[in-house]
């Protein structure tokens, strides 16, 4: 478990404010996690001191920049293992670089008569771009269902992804059901029929060590703000060979190398894909969090939130009046717990629970057909992180007692 004696916390300024006279307990992390202050420094001294546009100019400052943003590519490429720097796009986030794969690889492979297989837990990010794909190439999308548990059915899978599949698209984690799927299969069966996987790293890439070559993946999607990074930038991760054949995405500056009146070249990777003024700052900042997070260490971080679930999901499983979404096995689980209060609105339970300090989200996470599938319209999510400790499980229990008792009587006993 992460020494909170060492005091992580007090690199998270955000966290130590009341909300509504209660000290924050910030249970949102899925949705987007706090940065510590090395991040925002970073962000600051980059502005103050080193600002200017990189790749464009031989003078020192764009020197510096570009300097710190090609060694933020390279921060990456070792925290997910790539084999390349070349292999590193930065993006906007998990959606863009999700929107990009589609509209150049997609565009370019699938057919008529071909077939897309995402699964049924998909964040819209990693469903829509490839309904859109599906419906223009009158190709046709495929859903891999869940076990009885709730994990990804990979029975399913084996007899959805056939040859006439060109792209199998999964989230390596679930925001909602708090699964990891088994992306190393997955990519084991598309590679089998021919078919390229790509993997949504935006819930797995923050809480545990990825290596993009173990898994085999094509592609890998993730966010810097749920990694503690900058909002606004992004890592798409591509293998070489298909990042080489793919059209460039977006025209414009950086992206060429020549252009003639009426045709033009690209540049190399992974400039091809990085067209336009890049959110320079927000890679540095990213890069920043990644030293964060190796310092602790990406298996310390997943055993410390291993063990908050393992304090937590029984308690809230033994509870009558909580229904769970996703295995009840805290093995089985990441840091996310989708939850409901039986016969409560999960909109008036983070109300109640914000009334308490307790940040919660509630809604449909993004994803419709999930909830559908499970039978419901939205549901309650407590999302863990490093700097979450076993007082914040508490807080939150605390906090579901006094809203159950609130809904049922009107009033909070123990106050
Ligand atoms: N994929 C998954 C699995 C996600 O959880 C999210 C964001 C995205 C893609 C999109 O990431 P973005 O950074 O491009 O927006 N998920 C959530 C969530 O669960 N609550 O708020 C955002």
């Known amino acids: 478990m992460i ?41 600051l001294r980059f502005y103050q001191t080193d600002n200017a546009n990189v790749h464009r100019g031989v003078h020192t400052l764009a020197e510096r920049a570009t300097n710190q943003y090609e060694t933020a590519r390279r921060k990456v490429q070792q925290f997910i293992h790539a084999a390349e720097t070349s292999e590193i796009i930065f993006t906007k986030g998990t959606t863009d670089g999700l929107n990009l794969i589609a509209s150049t690889y997609g565009e370019q492979v699938v057919q008529a008569g071909d077939e897309i297989v995402i699964s049924i837990m998909e964040h ?31 029975e399913d899978a084996a007899t959805k992804i056939t040859d006439k599949t ?18 190393a299969k997955l990519a084991q069966l598309a590679h089998q029929h021919g078919a390229v996987l790509v993997g949504d790293g935006a ?88 030293d964060y997070l190796s310092e602790i260490g990406m298996s310390q971080v997943t055993e410390h939130e291993q063990r908050l679930v393992n304090y937590l999901l029984p308690k809230l499983v033994a509870n009558p009046d909580i229904e769970i979404y996703g295995p009840h096995n805290p093995q089985q689980h990441t840091g996310v717990i989708a939850f ?38 939205a549901t309650a999510r407590a999302s863990f992180y490093l700097y979450n400790t076993q007082q914040d499980a508490d807080r939150l229990i605390a906090a579901l007692a006094e809203t159950k008792e609130f809904f049922s009587h009107g009033v909070i006993k123990s106050k």
């Not at 916390?9 to 090395?38: G, W």
């Not at 060109?166 to 992306?183: D, F, M, T």
């Not at 909109?347 to 996470?365: F, I, K, P, S, W």
Request: proline fraction near 6%.
């Open 340 to 377: 409901n209060l039986k016969g409560l609105h999960p909109h008036d339970v983070a109300t109640a629970l914000d009334m308490e300090g307790v940040a919660v989200r509630a809604g449909h996470h993004c994803a419709q057909p999930l909830m559908a599938y499970l039978g419901v319209v």
């Open 166 to 183: 060109k792209i199998v698209a999964v989230a390596h984690a679930s925001n909602v059901l708090g699964v990891v799927n088994p992306l």
């Open 203 to 290: 819930q797995a890439a923050p809480h545990m060590a990825v290596d993009v070559q173990a898994l085999d993946v094509d592609f890998y999607a993730f966010s810097g703000h749920k990694m503690m990074g900058p909002t606004g930038i992004g890592v798409l991760y591509g293998k070489r060979r298909w990042l080489e054949q793919m059209p460039p995405y977006q025209f414009g500056g950086e992206m060429i190398d020549f252009v003639h009146q009426q045709s033009s070249t690209w540049a190399q990777l992974p400039y091809k894909f990085e067209a336009g003024t890049q959110n320079i700052a927000g890679a540095i900042g990213l890069g920043s969090a990644i």
């Open 124 to 154: 819209h990010s990693n469903l829509i771009p490839w309904q859109q794909l599906a419906l223009r190439k009158r190709a046709t999308l495929k859903y891999v269902g869940l076990t009885a548990e709730g994990e990804l059915d990979l």
């Open 3 to 43: 020494n909170h004696n060492i005091d992580l916390r007090a690199d998270f300024p955000i966290l130590t404010q009341q909300v509504n006279n209660e000290p924050l307990v910030y249970l949102d992390n899925a949705a987007t996690s706090q940065r510590p202050t090395t991040v925002t420094d970073s962000l």
